[in-house]
Every structure is written in C-alpha cells, then in structure tokens.
C-alpha cells in the first residue's frame, strides 16, 4: 500500500477483555514502531522490530502487553485483560532501513481504544 | 533519560500572522529532531527532518532551526493560514535506543 494502514481504526473494549491491534507497515519497510498517545500528550514508545525480531519492548507498559510480527511484515499489538488505563490511541510507523543513522518514520492513523 | 518540552501549549492567532513554536530538549546527544504535524484524529505527518550537523530546515511556509548545544528548536510558521490549524510535535531521536522521544505539542488555531 501507499502508507502505513492500522486497524481497527476504533475500539472498545469492556474492563478486562483481551484486544488485538493490526499494523500493516509500508512494503519493503524492515522496521516498525508501536507508540501508544494519551489524550493531550505526545506519542510514548512501545516496543521496535527489526524484521521479525524483537529488539527492544523496554516501553510495554506491563506484561499484559505483547508484540508480535512473526513475518517481518504485519504486526499485532495485544493487550490482555484491559484497564481503563490503557484506553489511548495506539499508532505505529516503519521505517526503511535499521542502521543508527537516522531513517523517517511514517505513521498510520492509529487505532483508538477505549476501554470502558 | 530525555525529555522534551514544548511551549506554548496551545496558541491562537489571526490569518496571516508569522509565528514560533518552541521545543527544548534535555540531551543535546541527539541524531536528529523532527518536526510532525497532527490532525484530529490522524496519524502525524513529518514535516521537517533536522540532522544533528544542520542548523535549520526549510520547506514552503516552514523553517526549523535546530540549536543542539543549547537544546532548543523553533518552528517557524510564515503568513499562517486557517489550513494550518493542528496539533504541532516536536521529537528527538538519540541514544543507542532507536525511538522518538515526543514532547506534548502545541495545539495552533489560526482564526479566518
């Protein structure tokens, strides 16, 4: 696709239901970021892979958080038993390339969650 | 650990005023600060990438200057225009960590 594409673009969720984010990153991108926005604040790390694996989650907020992109493409951010707590927007980018020099991330829309 | 700030808050101003946004940085070990712009309910689109070696960007309206020794970086908005009404970020990416570090932003109205 053209862009980085996230859904859904809205959820709720009742206070302890399991819930599954979907990213779809540019194709070709090798990288890709979870960032997770309050109401009012800028965007927070989550987690960041490179390809399949998994290089850093020191932003997951509690083990009831979890990431995964198992082919080096898509990605789904779980969140089980939610709180109230976790209702943000949830937004991911890609980014092409992996080395320290700086490559620009893109960012989907997000997926608003909201947890009641 | 890096935080940034970003002043004002919100900002108010009437069509076709030149106008500066501010962001400040506690690390000056930066590679790069980037300049995104948000939308209610969008995602952020990038508008200006500043290398730790440059010292200001320019695109169309848009200049951003980057000052790394002292930590501050202004976005310079020219003859603004109700169009560019939206949320501005600022963010940093530094250290060994390959993450964006956000300020909280500024919310711009530009009144018709």
């Known amino acids: 696709g053209a862009g980085v594409s996230q859904s859904p673009r809205y959820k709720v969720a009742k206070r302890g239901q399991d819930v599954a984010l979907r990213c779809d990153p540019i194709?070709?991108?090798?990288?890709l970021f979870w960032y997770q926005q309050a109401l009012g604040q800028g965007p927070e790390f989550l987690t960041y892979?490179?390809?399949?694996?998994?290089?850093?989650k020191s932003g997951l907020p509690s083990d009831r958080f979890f990431a995964e992109r198992p082919e080096g493409s898509v990605s789904t951010l779980k969140i089980q038993r939610t709180q109230q707590e976790d209702s943000a927007v949830y937004l991911c980018?890609?980014?092409?390339?992996?080395?320290?020099?700086?490559?620009?991330?893109?960012f989907g829309p997000g997926t608003r969650l909201t947890v009641l | 650990k890096q935080e940034v700030t970003q002043i004002p808050a919100a900002l108010s101003v009437p069509e076709g005023e030149n106008l500066v946004l501010n962001c400040s940085f506690t690390?000056?070990?930066?590679?790069?600060l980037q300049w995104f712009r948000q939308d209610p309910g969008k995602g952020l689109t990038s508008l200006l990438l500043?290398?730790?070696?440059?010292r200001e960007q320019t695109s169309g309206r848009l200049n951003a200057s980057l000052d790394k020794s002292s930590g501050r970086s202004t976005l310079y908005i020219a003859a603004s225009q109700p169009g560019d009404s939206a949320t501005y970020l600022c963010?940093?990416?530094?250290?060994?960590?390959?993450?964006?570090?956000f300020g909280s932003g500024t919310q711009l109205t530009v009144l018709p």
């Open positions: 194709s070709g991108h090798v990288s």
């Open positions: 963010a940093v990416f530094s250290g060994s960590a390959r993450q964006l570090t």
């Open positions: 500043i290398q730790s070696s440059q």
């Open positions: 690390d000056s070990a930066i590679y790069n």
């Open positions: 892979f490179q390809n399949e694996a998994q290089l850093d």
């Open positions: 980018a890609s980014s092409l390339t992996t080395g320290f020099s700086y490559n620009e991330q893109f």
